[in-house]
């Protein structure tokens, strides 16, 4: 039991961040990421503490909620508390807002490759592993989703 609490100390952070990315909305990230490692945990038990798995199942448990939703686009970005003073918050508040509607406006391909990249966990050759694509080609496909979010965010987010 101890080590499923560890690997849920280490990994709660990324996986979160890295539904944010892909979901765009907080709320709904802390969902997900309770929902994955309760799959997780309920299925993989005898798996051992395989980070791939949980991510494939983080992705899979966000992408079944849009699909049971019918939605074409992800839901907008809720506001995040942050510490500090007011007008630092603001700022950062709408930092974070301008490029959480920049990787809203990516193809899911894209957000999702952006999100796995800063999730920090993962090689290009481990992303390509997950998204069944060769390293070469994620490292394409990042390159070009990069200059798509520099583009956007350079238009002023439009």
Known sequence: MESYDRFYRENKNRVFAYLLR???????????MQES????????????????LLYTIARNTALDSFRKRREETLPRADEVSLPG????????????QKIMDAIQQLNPVDRELIALLAAKTFSYKEIGTLLNISEAN??????????????ILGNGGQ
Do not use: I, W
């Open 37 to 52: 490692f309760t799959r997780y945990f309920a299925r993989y038990r005898r798996n051992g503490n395989n980070c791939s």
């Open 22 to 32: 892909l979901t765009g909305n907080y709320h709904l990230s802390l969902d997900f």
């Open 138 to 151: 994620v490292k394409v496909k990042v390159h070009r989703a990069r200059l798509r979010l520099k583009a």
């Open 85 to 96: 003073d007011p007008e630092r918050q603001l700022m950062e508040k709408q930092a974070c």
